[in-house]
């Protein structure tokens, strides 16, 4: 019973970080292609981290929750809060930023808060995940 509780926690916390990475994506590529806002390569890479992060979730729905998963989850998410942070770095003196602001907040902002929720997120599956399930 608690089993299968924990099966299904695993699945809709990888279908709620998969929605997630999509609307963060999604967001970035219309700020693209229809506010014709180019990105720069600080940006790209954050992309590419969010893309790692994503493929880490699909695996676990298509082979089952393993640490290996999650610890890609991690390992994609520090990189990119590394990178959205020297972003942000970059233009912490400018009154303006770069780019356009989404509710207030520039892209590589909304990036670094989404990366701190990837972190947050796996590291709290990992920790009441029950032993059994995470090397199985």
């Not at 609307?23 to 940006?43: K, T």
Request: with cysteine.
């Amino acid at each position: 019973m608690q089993q299968k509780f924990f099966i299904k926690v695993d699945r809709l916390s990888s279908l709620a970080g998969i929605l997630g990475v999509c609307i963060i994506l999604g967001a970035a590529l219309m700020m693209q292609f229809v506010y014709h806002e180019a990105p720069c390569p600080l940006c790209l890479m954050q992309r590419a981290a969010f893309v790692s992060i994503g493929i880490a979730l699909l695996m676990n729905l298509r082979y089952g929750n393993k640490v290996i998963h999650w610890a890609l989850v991690n390992l994609s998410a520090v990189v990119g809060i590394a990178v959205s942070i020297r972003q942000i770095l970059l233009h912490i003196t400018s009154p303006v930023g770069f780019g356009s602001a989404v509710f207030g907040l520039h892209m590589y902002t909304w990036c670094f808060i989404g990366f701190t929720f990837a972190i947050v997120g796996s590291a709290i599956i990992l920790i009441f995940y029950p032993e059994a399930e995470k090397f199985s």
